[in-house]
DNA sequence: TCTCCTCGAATTGCATACAAAATGGCGAGA
DNA sequence: TCTCGCCATTTTGTATGCAATTCGAGGAGA
């Protein structure tokens, strides 16, 4: 009974899918993780029936890699990946400040304040300021009502943590908080266009923070590509 | 033998998911239509647990609703939604447009040009002609290399069907094939602005056009059995 | 006749069983 | 010692079985 309402809604395949997704954003899972269905299955008290249903869902949010016969494992996005990705959320994210733009409700001002408020106090610690600073993002898309838009967003902003983890670099904050202050001024006052430049260059400074690869951990095969080719191999 | 290699690619869940999409796409599963699981695996071949992950895939794309205990239908968005996913499309179609604009290789504009082709010859076709105008959109999209793009686009491209089937005039042909011969001639002659603008009215002109619904529920066994063939089940 | 209740059929939710494929280690041979 | 190939183990792919839930038909009572 108190199970039940426990799962938080939806089936417990929907739980499976929120644990593993909450894992992988806080890095507790790094890219490249290893997710085999029945250690999963095993710890969380499910069937692996519901862990693949979960594998599926997060697989096509693009958080993990599906390898037929072979398992699945927390994905790990090339750098270009990367790059395209921001164009994408750049496109996404004009679109919300558009239809935003001028139209916050007082109650929306609020919640939004308060939550960079949130960040500010948060900043210090790593895990949990990476979080904030994405959540600012999707509860912006949330206020727009556009529910295609918000779950792109959503996927597009999970899937960024993913390639900071890989290729930010380890001590500048991803998004600068007084970058999102100015932001929602801007989008209070109602000037779109600044306000569309504005998340431009937030999301444009975070991809070009992301250059250098954080060390080690890099696919050997990735590492290889880029010489192989010079060479005319493979 | 035979049969593994005509799935396609992918495990035998891909297949169900690829035959159900194409059923849906080709609106010969209508909006509202139930998906049983048990008369789709029986029908196909495969078991109840392989539907349900094809399931749990389209779902996640938008393409069928997924109530708890009461089993998956074909999504039947609200004009609402498909206002909002138009938007979305706009937003992500323009990055495509920009991104290639001044960039088709010669062979890529021979693709397009054979496709406009196809348009032009399946103007007669109901069913075809919705398919192949979907699919310039697509095409332009892969031309991009942007894989989040591609996978945003394809799914929007496809949930826009299924707001036609239910919102849309029946005698309007929903792309003028005209207006992509244009969108192709800008794109060509690098007129990255104009481009654009064309593609957004393109856009623009088919959520004008939104009005009244269709109907008519056949019986998914029979309606499946075309597409079983050419997967290569049962 | 209308409403509400109950029961049975149909359908989903989930676990488990078994088959097929990959992975890793060990030993034979060079 | 190094390499190759074979077998044991592990992990995935798929089907099936059982419990839980929903839906609808029919019947009792007002």
Known sequence: MANKESDGGGGRAQAVHRVLKRAILDQALSPGSKLPEDSIGERLGVSRTLVR???VRLSQEGLVELRPN????????????????????????RLVVETLSGKLTR????????HISAEEAAKKERAPSIRLAGEFHTLLAQMTN?????????????????????????HSSECAVSEHQELLDKLIAGK?????ALM?????????????????????KEVLSAYAVAEGLA
């Open 192 to 196: 779109t266009d600044e306000a569309a």
């Open 53 to 55: 249903e979960a594998l």
């Open 70 to 93: 072979k398992g699945a494992m927390v994905a790990r996005p090339t750098l270009e990946e990367g790059r395209n990705l921001f164009l994408t959320r750049m496109a996404l994210e």
């Open 107 to 114: 109650e929306q001002i609020g919640v939004l304040s308060a």
């Open 146 to 170: 556009n529910t295609s838009l918000i779950r792109y967003v959503n996927e597009l902003v999970a899937r960024s943590s993913l390639i900071l983890a890989l290729y930010g670099r380890p």
């Open 200 to 220: 431009a260059h937030h999301l444009d400074s975070v991809t070009t923070r992301a250059l250098l690869p954080a060390d080690g951990d890099r696919n050997i």
